[in-house]
């Protein structure tokens, strides 16, 4: 079961039952960002509900450790996955374009951030695509949603893949974005302010700004290297084990099998 607000009477009930919770948030930091009164309950009931739950499966390891504090038994990290296409590397040639992918309304993905890599490498175009905005830059375009054959196509041949940018905003330092996989199932590389469990720390398509506050102006020298690296290559199948379906859900199903039997 997803983890969310749950009754006194849903939490009495866990331990009649054999609960898997899956966690994909800091569910304190979260609730703390999103109502004080919402965080109050959570804080209350979050280690009743884990305790009486038979495992839990944490996207990050950070989330696994907050879990563990709460008492949680049986915990286990598993990162998102997505399953990973043949690449298509006849489409991509050479494009400019770097891309944000993202839903309307969310402070943490970090526009301004992405406002300010447009305006500090004015050689590259930047689609935001999903959240509106107002750009003063001429190669920053916010495109609204966009789905289907038309977003494949802008996968396909654009350069790089923005992740999130500011989840300091909800004071998360970890995360494991569904875009990030996206980005990598694609073959292109990416570019985020948050450390992914999941990614090897040496993994040369994946750029790691510091969390600092602001995206300093040296690092932009290491991101030009980057995506200078990245011309006219996409990233291999074979490297991305790390967030591949098959491997990860099929270790997720030996974990939910072995902890209701238990």
């Not at 998102?80 to 494009?95: A, D, V």
Request: charged share 25%; with cysteine; hydrophobic share 40%.
């Amino acid at each position: 079961a997803r983890f969310g607000i749950l009754t006194p009477f849903q939490i009495m009930q866990i331990r009649n039952r054999k609960i898997v919770f899956e966690i994909n948030t800091e569910v304190l930091k979260e609730y703390l960002y999103r109502s004080k009164i919402l965080y109050l309950y959570i804080k209350f009931t979050y280690g009743l509900a884990l305790r009486r739950a038979c495992a839990v499966c944490a996207v990050t390891q950070s989330i696994a450790e907050e879990a563990k504090k709460n008492q949680a038994k049986n915990v286990e990290f598993f990162p998102n996955s997505i399953s990973l296409l043949p690449k298509q590397n006849s489409t991509y040639n050479g494009s400019n374009t770097i891309i944000f992918i993202g839903s309307p309304g969310h402070d943490w993905h970090g526009i301004s951030q992405i406002k300010k890599l447009a305006r500090l490498l004015p050689e590259y175009n930047f689609l935001v695509i999903g959240p509106q905005g107002i750009s003063n830059e001429t190669n920053l375009i916010f495109t609204g949603e966009i789905y289907g054959q038309r977003l494949e196509d802008l996968l396909r041949t654009s350069l790089a893949g923005i992740s999130s940018m500011d989840l300091g905003l909800i004071g998360m330092k970890e995360a494991s974005p569904l875009k990030t996989r996206l980005y990598l199932s694609r073959g292109m590389p990416v570019i985020a302010r948050y450390k992914d469990s999941a990614i090897p720390e040496d993994a040369n398509y994946f750029y790691q700004f510091s969390s600092s506050e602001e995206v300093s102006d040296s690092e932009i020298t290491k991101l030009r290297e980057f995506l200078d690296l990245w011309q006219n290559k996409r990233v291999k199948n074979s490297e991305l084990s790390c967030i591949d379906s098959k491997i990860i859900e099929q270790k997720r199903i030996n974990f939910l099998l072995s902890a209701c039997q238990g």
